[in-house]
């Protein structure tokens, strides 16, 4: 079983900052893309960011030039920084990694993270 944890989620006053950090420790398995989305209530769940092993990075329109992602391979780790927060950025925010077990790299599993609170607020 894959464990994706996230961290860093909590309660910031608009224009401030807040970093999530995205963690799936393990060595038997190989991390292609890594991606954040979000999901408030009443909405679906929407993606934010994403991020290849490469590096290349897409984003939703509506956090381009305030959120950045990246990563860290060699621990399997990501984040995602999040400047010039709206109190739309408000939702739930889920990490999740598309990986494949490095005994049958030909198949592509995605797991998910249990997410973690982002709240914009005076």
């Known amino acids: 079983q894959v464990q994706v944890v996230e961290s860093g989620g909590g309660l910031v006053q608009p224009g401030g900052s807040l970093r999530l950090s995205c963690a799936a420790p393990g060595s038997i398995f190989s991390i292609n893309t890594m991606g954040w989305y979000r999901q408030a209530p009443g909405n679906q769940r929407e993606l934010v960011a994403a991020?290849?092993?490469?590096?290349?990075?897409n984003y939703a329109d509506s956090v381009k030039g305030r959120f950045a992602i990246s990563r860290d391979n060699n621990n399997n780790t990501a984040y995602l920084q999040m400047n010039s927060l709206k109190p739309e950025d408000t939702a739930t925010y889920y990490c999740?990694?598309?990986?494949?077990?490095?005994?049958?790299?030909?198949?592509?599993?995605?797991?998910w993270g249990q997410g973690t609170q982002v709240t914009v607020s005076l």
């Open positions: 991020i290849t092993t490469s590096g290349s990075a």
């Open positions: 999740n990694v598309d990986l494949s077990w490095k005994t049958n790299p030909g198949i592509q599993f995605r797991y």
